[in-house]
């Protein structure tokens, strides 16, 4: 089982700066995908970006691609998304979540960001733009 605290929200002005941080701690195997993903009050969750703990691969969303990037500091078992550029689209609610990822026909072993993926989530951080 895998535990996950996210910290780093808040408010923040459009166009600036924000940078969230996801401590975690429990099966290092059950980590090998790390995402964030966000939900807005009346609408669906989004996944954000994804880091391949093992590869180091990241994949980010449409919405966030050149604007946010995902980050992984493994000595300290800490996640993190620096997001720049922001909008007040980007209000929301923000989650760490952790996953095994998907294996493909040729048994390969990739993280996306499909929700389904990740098994473990924290309880989200708040950040407002206006």
């Known amino acids: 089982h895998v535990q996950l605290v996210e910290s780093g929200g808040g408010s923040a002005q459009a166009g600036g700066s924000l940078r969230l941080s996801c401590a975690a701690s429990?099966?290092?195997?059950?980590?090998?995908?790390m995402g964030w993903f966000r939900q807005a009050p009346g609408k669906e969750r989004e996944g954000l970006a994804v880091?391949?703990?093992?590869?180091?691969?990241?994949y980010y969303g449409d919405s966030v691609k050149g604007r946010f990037i995902i980050s992984q500091d493994n000595a300290q078992n800490t996640l993190y998304l620096q997001m720049n550029s922001l909008e007040p689209e980007d209000t929301a609610m923000y989650y760490c979540?952790?996953?095994?990822?998907?294996?493909?026909?040729?048994?390969?072993?990739?993280?996306?960001?499909?929700?389904?993926?990740?098994?473990?989530w924290g309880q989200g951080t708040q950040v407002t733009v206006s």
């Open positions: 979540a952790a996953g095994d990822g998907r294996t493909s026909i040729s048994n390969y072993r990739y993280c996306d960001l499909a929700a389904v993926t990740f098994g473990s």
């Open positions: 429990g099966h290092r195997r059950s980590r090998y995908c």
């Open positions: 880091d391949n703990t093992r590869s180091a691969d990241t």
